[in-house]
């Protein structure tokens, strides 16, 4: 069936660097997005979310774009710190569902 | 701290055992929702609740069976375990679940579960 993926299961970057993360989702239907973080040891925690009829929002030294034409979604973490390392997940929901599809996560490591 | 309560953190048991994984919900959301998260799979709906009442269904096994009580905990229940069963299990609440209204899902710790 259609699913949420990612295109780079690990991302690596030097403290300070701007982080792009990635996600690829094929079903045309889906209307909502929501990026997670995941720390070893804890559940997803909430970072930011999008409507579809958005292309772009932004929270602090985040910002989630959205291209519906390919329907591709990304994460941007602006002067990434060591205590953004963890695994980052999209997740869509598709309308008409009460539930969130999850990719499959991406590692971010922050070197200082 | 998502305010999502999962016990127990960890669980160890056996093949074919039979064990129950307890979820209590952020305070006043109605909805709560079961993950399985594995290395192969990641993270896979299982089941979700709203109000004491089965709402949606994912890749749940048959095995497996969940409920949602009235003071709205609930609990996913597990059985005939199977070494492919080790995962972790995570219970997430929102405040009603229902559909087309774009709710953040907030996911507790989670439950380690190791079938030995």
């Known amino acids: 069936g259609e699913s949420v993926g990612l295109h780079l299961p690990t991302l690596s970057v030097q403290e300070g660097d701007n982080s792009i993360i990635n996600c690829a989702y094929s079903n045309s239907a889906s209307d909502y997005f929501i990026w997670y973080k995941q720390e070893s040891g804890k559940g997803p925690q909430f970072i930011i979310d999008?409507?579809?009829?958005?292309d772009k929002r932004q929270g602090q030294r985040v910002t989630v774009l959205l291209n519906k034409t390919v329907k591709h979604l990304s994460l941007q973490i602006a002067a990434t710190q060591p205590g953004d390392s963890a695994v980052y997940f999209c997740a869509e929901n598709i309308r008409g569902y009460s539930t969130l599809t999850f990719g499959k996560g991406t590692m971010l490591l922050v070197s200082p | 701290d998502s305010g999502v309560t999962q016990t127990p953190k960890h669980l160890i048991t056996a093949t074919g055992q039979r064990v129950t994984l307890r979820c209590s919900p952020r305070?006043?959301?109605?909805?709560v929702y079961w993950y399985q998260q594995s290395l192969d799979q990641g993270l896979q709906f299982l089941i979700q609740y709203y109000n004491g009442e089965e709402r949606a269904k994912g890749n749940i096994l048959e095995r497996f069976s969940a409920q949602q009580f009235p003071d709205l905990h609930s609990e996913l229940n597990l059985s005939s375990l199977e070494l492919g069963d080790s995962a972790l299990y995570f219970c997430?609440?929102?405040?009603?679940?229902?559909?087309?209204?774009?709710?953040?899902?907030?996911f507790g710790s989670g439950t380690q579960l190791s079938v030995l």
């Open positions: 997430a609440s929102s405040q009603t679940g229902a559909r087309a209204t774009n709710e953040k899902l907030f």
């Open positions: 999008i409507r579809s009829n958005m």
């Open positions: 305070s006043g959301d109605l909805s």
